[in-house]
């Protein structure tokens, strides 16, 4: 009989079968539940000839085994949740897969979500993955109170924060060094020449946008130079606010001859803008990007280590969880400076 009539025959009116259960192998097999516990578990006492038909009649009905009552019997689901701002940015993709890494090393799986950087989404995020009994959370915070996880962490839910540091709780946290790199880059454009150098970031209640502006801040004050309010913007990231910003910046009788763009998304639309235009402008962004080397000059950029990020932060979770760490603690991983070109124009006026 083929297979859709034998779905349909399980339960009219449904496109969807029922799942097989133990029982149904038990049947098919001609053995007891018992034995056929002992063969889904791996345990020993079960014949070769018997174990071989168990086997058969798991692989004909497609029964999988319903690991429910071993987490109640462990305590552990051998899950954990990755709270992310955004899926699509690029820069959370080797993040998200030295995370995923690190836990099947662990023999864990990985569920993660998007927060769209709305900090009631992150709390339903978060919450819901608490609520599937996940054993720890890694979470790119998109909100800065955090409270609402103290319970799950009285619980045994292990937490670490990841980009930026939690709000209003004290918990582990795996950060990149933006205010030094920030301060780097501003540098480094400084030493080129540039003294009318504008900065266009992210979101200020954001911590990585804060901190990034700080070293701005700090590199333009460290030269004696003072930062005029035209040359500052902070905001979303999309490619309308980005693009006004740069425009106003490059434009009227003192335009900025460089910018420093905040992360990756406002780097792109930066690019972009430069593209129409003549007169050469100085750029480095923090966060590389793809093609970064093959663009005309090549793009300068203070680059983070996403991966180490996800790596660090997801090794720090299962030290938790193992019960080896004791105080929660603040890691900050250093960023580098790569010049390609873009960051050493000279001020064309």
Not at 4 to 19: I, K
Not at 94 to 121: F, K, Y
Not at 256 to 282: D, H, K, S, Y
């Amino acid at each position: 009989m083929p297979e859709t009539s034998r779905r349909a025959d399980r339960l009219p009116g449904s496109r969807y079968g029922t799942r097989p259960t133990m029982k149904d192998v038990a049947a098919r097999a001609g053995v007891g539940l018992k034995t056929v516990s002992r063969v889904v578990n791996g345990e020993p006492g079960v014949t070769p000839d018997t174990e071989r038909r168990v086997q058969e009649a798991i692989d004909a009905l497609g029964f999988r085994r319903n690991d429910s009552a071993r987490v109640l019997r462990k305590g552990r689901t051998a899950s954990i949740g990755l709270v992310l701002e955004d899926l699509a940015d690029p820069f959370y993709g080797p993040l998200s897969r030295a995370v995923e890494e690190v836990a099947r090393a662990h023999g864990a799986l990985l569920i993660n979500g998007s927060s769209a950087e709305d900090p009631d989404r992150e709390q339903e995020l978060a919450l819901a993955l608490c609520a599937r009994r996940v054993d720890g959370l890694v979470v790119i915070p998109a909100g800065d109170d955090h409270r609402y996880l103290e319970p799950e962490i009285r619980a045994g839910v292990a937490t670490v924060f990841v980009d930026r540091p939690a709000g209003k709780i004290d918990a582990d946290v795996v950060l990149s060094d933006s205010y030094g790199g920030a301060r780097d880059g501003v540098t480094h454009l400084i030493a080129h020449g540039h003294r009318r150098i504008g900065f266009i970031g992210d979101m200020p209640r954001i911590h990585t946008a804060a901190e990034r502006l700080r070293g701005y801040r700090a590199a333009m004050e460290d030269a004696g130079i003072p930062v005029e309010d035209p040359w500052t913007s902070l905001g979303m990231t999309d490619p309308e606010r980005v693009r006004r910003a740069a425009e106003e910046m490059l434009s009227g009788p003192d335009p900025v001859t460089a910018i420093f763009a905040g992360n990756n998304r406002v780097t792109v639309t930066v690019i972009r803008v430069l593209a129409e235009r003549t007169r050469p402008v100085a750029l480095v962004g923090f966060d590389d990007i793809e093609l970064a080397d093959l663009l005309h000059p090549g793009l300068t950029v203070v680059a983070q280590d996403a991966a180490l990020l996800g790596r660090t932060a997801a090794e720090r979770l299962f030290r938790q969880l193992d019960g080896t760490l004791l105080a929660p603690e603040r890691i900050e991983l250093p960023t580098r400076l790569v010049t390609r070109g873009s960051g050493e124009l000279p001020p064309a006026d």
